[in-house]
């Protein structure tokens, strides 16, 4: 089963840099949920900056950010430290958190075909229901556009 816009989103717990993630534990907070390809990546670091940077800005509108990948908790650990990212990154490496959102796809590589996270995001309400998704996301621009609906929200 994977998420649905307008439905409740099923708990997890799932381990994070500064302790495990429980979706549970964030009740009553909207909680936007972005999920990257792999740490230290171009793409990856500008979006993580591109968080960092607005993160006042969704803690003012309500929002707690989490980042989610299959990397390990160390290479979680040296890209915070590295971004001076100041929420939670989750480490994902059974890719239950990924297959609850249905974000593992068919990729290509250099001609070669593998399956790995689609850059998406999802913002939750204060009550856990999925409100709003973003699917094969461009990293500019993504940001404001999320942070624009966590306010409206």
């Given at each position: 089963?994977?998420?649905?816009?307008?439905?409740?989103?099923?708990?997890?717990?799932?381990?994070?840099?500064?302790?495990?993630?429980?979706?549970?534990?964030?009740?009553?907070?909207?909680?936007?949920?972005?999920?990257?390809?792999?740490?230290?990546?171009?793409?990856?670091?500008?979006?993580?900056?591109?968080?960092?940077?607005?993160?006042?800005?969704?803690?003012?509108?309500?929002?707690?950010?989490?980042?989610?990948?299959?990397?390990?908790?160390?290479?979680?650990?040296?890209?915070?430290?590295?971004?001076?990212?100041?929420?939670?990154?989750?480490?994902?490496?059974?890719?239950?958190?990924?297959k609850l959102f249905g974000?593992?796809?068919?990729?290509?590589?250099?001609?070669?075909?593998?399956?790995?996270?689609?850059?998406?995001?999802?913002?939750?309400?204060?009550?856990?229901?999925?409100?709003?998704?973003?699917?094969?996301?461009?990293?500019?621009?993504?940001?404001a556009e999320v942070l624009?609906?966590?306010?409206?929200?």
């Amino acid at each position: 089963m994977t998420v649905a816009i307008d439905t409740p989103v099923p708990d997890f717990t799932a381990p994070a840099t500064g302790g495990d993630f429980s979706l549970k534990a964030h009740r009553g907070q909207k909680v936007v949920i972005y999920f990257y390809p792999k740490d230290n990546t171009p793409g990856c670091t500008t979006e993580g900056m591109n968080f960092r940077d607005s993160y006042d800005r969704f803690q003012a509108a309500g929002a707690q950010i989490v980042g989610v990948s299959r990397d390990s908790l160390r290479s979680h650990e040296n890209f915070k430290n590295k971004l001076g990212l100041p929420f939670p990154l989750i480490s994902d490496s059974d890719e239950a958190v990924c297959k609850l959102f249905g974000v593992i796809k068919l990729k290509k590589l250099y001609g070669k075909e593998h399956l790995g996270i689609e850059r998406s995001t999802f913002l939750i309400d204060d009550k856990g229901v999925l409100r709003k998704e973003w699917r094969g996301v461009r990293v500019p621009d993504h940001v404001a556009e999320v942070l624009a609906a966590v306010q409206a929200l």
